[in-house]
Structures are given as C-alpha cells and as structure tokens.
C-alpha cells in the first residue's frame, strides 16, 4: 500500500506509520491514515481468527477490505487535494475521485475617489538583506487619477518599522514643499499609521 502513496515502506512504530503522508494535502493524508488503521484492524483480526479459529488468511481478500474502506472515505471525505502531478497519480492509483479545491471567491472592491484638488500620496519602505541597502518612496496623484510625482529616497539600513515612520514624516514634508494643502496619505504598514494617529511616532 505504502508503494501506492509514493512513501518508503516499513515503520516502527504506529505515531510514525499515520504521520508519513502528512507532507501531502488533507485528502490523500486522511485516505492513507484509513489504510493505516484498517490495516492494524484487519491484521488483528486474522491474528485472532488463526489462533482460536484456526482460520487461514488471505491476502487478495484483506488488500480488497482495504480498497473498500478507502472507496467510502475518499467518498464521505471533505477535503480536497492539490493539482499537481504527485497527488494526480496517487488518486489514480487508488482507484478513487479527486478532489478539487474550491473556486476562489472574487469579492468586489470599491475605492473611494478623491475629492476636488485632494492628493493622495501612497508611501512605503523597502529593505534587502541585513544588513543591506533600504529606501523609501512615494507616489502622488490628483483627484483624475494623474501622477504628480515621485519621491524617491536612499537611506542607512534601519528596522523597517521605523523606515516605514521615516517615509511618512518625509513624505509630509515634501507634500508641504510642493504645497499640497488637501492631502490623503497612505501607507501598508498599519503599525506605523496607529503610532501616528495615537500620536506615538518614534
């Protein structure tokens, strides 16, 4: 069975025969702990039936237990499974439907337009490496949409929290040195901007 799943064979123990299919995605990894425990079930059974009953096992009619059992949980099964080659064998394999994951949901977005001579000005910072080169930027547009300018600036390696402080506070002042009165500031780090309306700026 293991051979179906693509993974090594033989465990030494039942924690580590369940977890080795943990790495594929929650359909086939609860699949593979269905053959785990159905097998450790029918093995005990076969044991018990030998010993009391005298009944011989075999083997085709445990393999086809088995196969039963992962039919009915890959049926009752919510999970889904990823697209890729690996997955797509292993259901093929098996014998048993796959699972697709659902649709994502576009969800629809309005943005808010500006008001007559109101400037947005979009700012962020950037790091590479550490230490390593950082910067900041900014990009301003009036209320039709048009670019009215780009900041740009080069700085000493800090912590991005206080990059992301610096561009905003650099980015007033060059909104005062082009004398945009009607500003609308925005930046992607929410840290920054909580330390800036609770008036806590660093």
């Not at 088995?66 to 009915?72: H, K, L, N």
Request: a positive charge; proline letters at 1%; charged letters at 20%.
């Amino acid at each position: 069975m293991a051979s179906l799943f693509r993974t090594q064979e033989g465990f030494t123990d039942h924690k580590s025969a369940l977890d080795t299919c943990d790495q594929l995605s929650s359909y086939l990894a609860d699949i593979w702990k269905i053959v785990v425990l159905n097998l450790m079930y029918l093995l005990w059974r076969v044991k018990n039936d030998a010993f009391f009953e005298g009944i011989t096992f075999c083997f085709s009619d445990i393999k086809r237990k088995i196969f039963v059992a992962i039919s009915d949980a890959a049926g009752l099964s919510e999970k889904n499974m990823a697209n890729n080659c690996l997955e797509l064998q292993i259901v093929t394999a098996l014998g048993v439907s796959a699972k697709a994951r659902p649709l994502s949901r576009v969800q629809s977005y309005t943005r808010a337009l500006l008001w007559f001579q109101e400037v947005k000005i979009n700012c962020g910072a950037a790091v590479v490496g550490s230490p390593g080169k950082a910067g900041i930027g900014a990009v301003a547009r009036n209320h039709k949409g048009d670019i009215l300018g780009v900041l740009t600036k080069g700085i000493s390696t800090k912590n991005l929290f206080f990059l992301e402080c610096e561009a905003i506070i650099d980015t007033l002042y060059w909104a005062k040195q082009n004398h945009w009165t009607n500003i609308w500031i925005k930046s992607d780090s929410q840290a920054a901007i909580t330390d800036f309306v609770k008036e806590q700026i660093p």
